[in-house]
Nanobody, 126 residues
Framework: VQLQASGGGLVQAGGSLRLSCAASGRTLRSTAVGWFRQAPGKEREFVAVISWSGRTTYYSGSVKGRFTISGDNAKNTVYLQMNSLKPEDTAVYYC????????????????????WGKGTLVTVSS
């Protein structure tokens, strides 16, 4: 499956952005799709994940309550709605997928993911 992330940009602190992760080549059915981010000089970190079959979700503590991950069957696309953005949210955001069925009960690791898209840059100014 090929993944294409988009929607990044420059926003002021407190603002919102919606990232999209469009999949092609195969359906996202029987996958889990996650968002990760990597700030300059830091390791790539988990942000959020959704199980396509169960539509269960899990968030990192730093974004829980501010970000929402969702999926659109018809468009084969996963979204990350980001509200109340903070300067520390500045990073390149990546979407990734892995073969998975069932409910999500915790975060997913970078090395678990089978497919990756190119990142989209989110910059939050103070």
């Amino acid at each position: 499956v090929q993944l294409q992330a988009s929607g990044g940009g420059l926003v002021q602190a407190g603002g919102s952005l919606r990232l999209s992760c469009a999949a092609s080549g195969r359906t996202l059915r029987s996958t889990a799709v996650g968002w990760f981010r990597q700030a300059p000089g830091k390791e790539r970190e988990f942000v959020a994940v959704i199980s396509w079959s169960g539509r269960t979700t899990y968030y990192s503590g730093s974004v829980k309550g501010r970000f929402t991950i969702s999926g659109d069957n018809a468009k084969n696309t996963v979204y990350l709605q980001m509200n109340s953005l903070k300067p520390e949210d500045t990073a390149v955001y990546y979407c990734a997928a892995k073969r998975y069925t069932g409910s999500i009960t915790g975060p997913v690791r970078v090395d678990e993911m089978d497919y990756w898209g190119k990142g989209t840059l989110v910059t939050v100014s103070s």
